[in-house]
């Protein structure tokens, strides 16, 4: 529906350039009392933990391995030969359960199962 107050052969007033004062309001506009004090703190902690990860040398990884530089491959290279290969079983039943003869149903996989004791290197608090 057209405009009736619409003349096509009046001409359109001049377009005013904004100055400085208009800009700053506009800039400001819509924002709340604290904006620019939230936003100063929140740059804030982003140095400060940016400083304390440089600190700590912590780099965040996907893989979750350390560095390169702190990897120790001769030790670990030593403790491959020394100990025998570790396999991964499921617990399925605690027979005993909370006494010094308690005995663990555990079952490895496409192997077999087996009831065994603890390990020396091994708490019962870590078996779930």
Known sequence: MPDPDFN????EAPIKALDETDIAFLKNYGLGPYAAPIKKVEEDIKSI???????????????????PSRWDLVSDKQMMQEEQPLQVARCTKIINPGT?????????????????????????????
């Open 8 to 11: 096509p052969d009046e001409k």
């Open 49 to 67: 933990q940016k400083k304390v990860n440089e600190v700590c040398g912590i780099k965040e990884s996907d893989t979750g391995l350390a560095p």
């Open 100 to 128: 010094d003869e308690a005995k663990y149903v555990i079952n490895v996989k496409q192997i077999a199962k087996f009831v065994v004791g603890l390990g020396d290197k091994v708490a019962p608090t870590d078996i779930e």
